[in-house]
């Protein structure tokens, strides 16, 4: 487990424990557990950022005039999971897509099912935008995550290419 999140996790508290996850908006309180995760996200897909990056991409998150939105899955009052979207137009429709850019779990608590909540969270978000569709990307190798994707929506036969600049 993530030390940060472990020494939180492992502490008495007087918040009444359940495993009821509660999903909603990062807010500024959640910034030091959100670099936890957002490091050990980074770690998971083998890269690092410069943490001016990282406080930026926090920045843009709380931002209401952005339209990048972050949500957290909290459980006992602890931030244990991150979803990071990006809403924008396309050629293809009259309004705007959702891309669920990052997606990271508490490796201690994966397969309780926030991966999951959080999901169907930004569905339930995207459908409230009036977006047409949700989508996102993953390693091929992944297949942990693959095997929810796959019961959660539909692979594509796209194939990604890259030019970095």
């Known amino acids: 487990m993530e030390p940060i999140l472990e020494s939180v996790m492992n502490k008495k508290s007087s918040i009444p424990q359940s495993d009821q996850i509660v999903i909603q908006p990062l807010n500024s309180a959640d910034y030091d557990n959100w670099l936890v995760l957002w490091n050990a996200y980074l ?26 939105f972050g949500f957290g899955a909290h459980k006992n009052g602890l931030l244990v999971g991150i979803v990071h ?3 924008h137009p396309n050629t293809w429709n009259n309004t705007d897509v959702c891309y669920l850019e990052d997606l990271y779990v508490a490796e201690s608590i994966r397969n309780s099912g926030i991966g999951q909540t959080l999901i169907k969270h930004v569905y339930t978000f995207a459908k409230s935008k009036n977006c047409n569709r949700v989508y996102w990307v ?8 693959r095997k929810l994707y796959d019961k959660l929506s539909t692979l594509t036969d796209m194939v990604q290419y890259r030019h970095n600049l």
């Open 43 to 68: 770690t998971f897909y083998k890269t690092s950022l410069p943490l001016e990056t990282s406080q930026y991409t926090w920045q843009k998150l709380l931002d209401n005039s952005m339209p990048i």
């Open 85 to 87: 979207t990006v809403l």
């Open 138 to 145: 993953t390693q091929e190798e992944n297949t942990t995550a």
